[in-house]
């Protein structure tokens, strides 16, 4: 007690320290024997749980053939597993027929097919364009999207069907509709004939200068005004719009306007068979001579589009005046019939 008393409170201190850390390495060294203690323990119990016991029917030692074979399996099959008659299944399914060893050329096009896409496969499928031309009735309405519809030949028939109104075509174009005439001068509207030849310009002229006149000259017009400059006779007006109206231009029943359609050629207002006196000037054809082209037909026959047209020196007259033969202006060979004599 005295030497205790005698330690400093700092001493002191250090010595509840150094007892508190000998009864720490005191305690672990107790936990660590009886862990060593425990685990000289735990092999047996656990080899003792991993023995498992699994029932396993026995095989009958039997034929298949014979015929107690049947009876018994009857029975036994009652005391299998759930497990052991999934078993058979799952060998009964994985038992596949031998199939044919294919060539490496079949198999990698039987690859090619599985690898294609939707929308390879359905492009495969699609009817061509010539082949869509041989079946439908009139081949001039087939277009080349008309393909990927899903009846082409009903389409068709719809398209070339009477009056039927065309869907405008440019309903595919990517770019805006009458885009390409951005930049076109626009042609001033012309009055008609029929109102042109009223004299109504005139008046209009007239008045549009009036406009355009200084301040002073129309005071001065107003003072002393000018009679009889816009006098307009309504029997003149009258005539012309219920006597010598016409109607303008009209285009058919569904025909639709599109992008550069009044610089095409308009051929509904030509005639097969008959040539236009810019035809002949543009030839330097004369009244008489045959067109050039009429000894290609007298050998070849009539145009396939026209088998039944009409052509001097062929199926038709010549002119009067005109005789046959090879010389310049003559109309070739003259026609015969079947036996060679002429007509």
Same mark, same amino acid.
């Given at each position: 007690m005295t030497n205790k008393s005698a330690l400093s409170k700092n001493a002191r201190r250090r010595l509840k320290k150094k007892e508190k850390k000998q009864d720490i390495d005191l305690q672990k060294e107790a936990e660590r024997q009886l862990q060593l203690l425990q685990s000289e323990e735990n092999p047996v119990q656990e080899a003792k749980e991993d023995v498992a016991v699994e029932y396993v029917s026995a095989d009958l030692e039997l034929s298949e053939y014979d015929p107690a074979y049947k009876e018994l399996s009857r029975v036994f099959d009652k005391f299998l597993k759930p497990e052991e008659l999934c078993a058979e299944k799952e060998e009964n399914t994985d038992e596949k027929p031998e199939q044919n060893e294919e060539t490496p050329m079949e198999m990698d096009t039987y690859e090619e097919s599985l690898q294609l896409s939707r929308k390879a496969r359905k492009k495969a499928k699609q009817m061509s364009i010539s082949m869509l031309k041989q079946i439908v009735s009139c081949p001039d309405v087939v277009e080349a999207h008309d393909v990927t519809s899903s009846d082409p030949p009903f389409l068709c028939y719809l398209k070339a069907y009477?009056?039927?109104?065309?869907? @405008?075509?440019?309903?595919?174009?990517?770019?805006?509709?009458?885009?390409?005439?951005? +930049?076109?001068?626009? /042609?001033?509207?012309?009055?008609?004939?029929?109102?042109?030849?009223? %004299?109504?310009?005139? /008046?209009?002229?007239?008045?549009?200068?009036?406009?355009?006149?200084?301040g002073s000259i129309k005071m001065r017009e107003r003072m002393q005004p000018k009679l009889g400059r816009i006098d307009i006779d309504y029997q003149v007006l009258h005539d012309a719009f219920f006597r010598y109206q016409t109607k303008p231009k009209l285009t058919t029943l569904g025909d639709l306007y599109y992008e550069g359609k009044e610089f095409e050629v308009?051929?509904?207002?030509?005639? =097969?068979?008959?040539?236009?006196?810019?035809?002949?000037?543009?030839? +330097?054809? /004369?009244?008489? /001579?045959?067109?050039?082209?009429?000894?290609?037909?007298?050998?070849? %026959?009539? =145009?396939?589009?026209? @088998?039944?047209?009409?052509? @001097?020196?062929?199926?038709?007259?010549?002119?009067? +005046?005109?005789?046959?033969?090879?010389?310049p202006g003559g109309w070739g060979k003259p026609p015969v019939d079947e036996l060679g004599n002429p007509l």
């Open positions: 009477r009056n039927t109104v065309p869907v @405008p075509r440019h309903w595919c174009h990517k770019r805006k509709y009458l885009q390409g005439k951005r +930049g076109i001068e626009k /042609v001033p509207f012309i009055l008609p004939d029929f109102i042109a030849n009223t %004299g109504i310009s005139e /008046v209009r002229g007239a008045l549009l200068d009036d406009a355009m006149k200084k308009q051929l509904k207002h030509k005639t =097969p068979g008959i040539l236009s006196d810019e035809l002949k000037r543009a030839l +330097g054809m /004369v009244d008489g /001579v045959p067109p050039p082209w009429l000894l290609n037909i007298q050998r070849y %026959g009539p =145009p396939p589009a026209y @088998p039944h047209l009409k052509i @001097p020196g062929l199926n038709a007259p010549i002119p009067e +005046g005109a005789s046959f033969g090879y010389h």
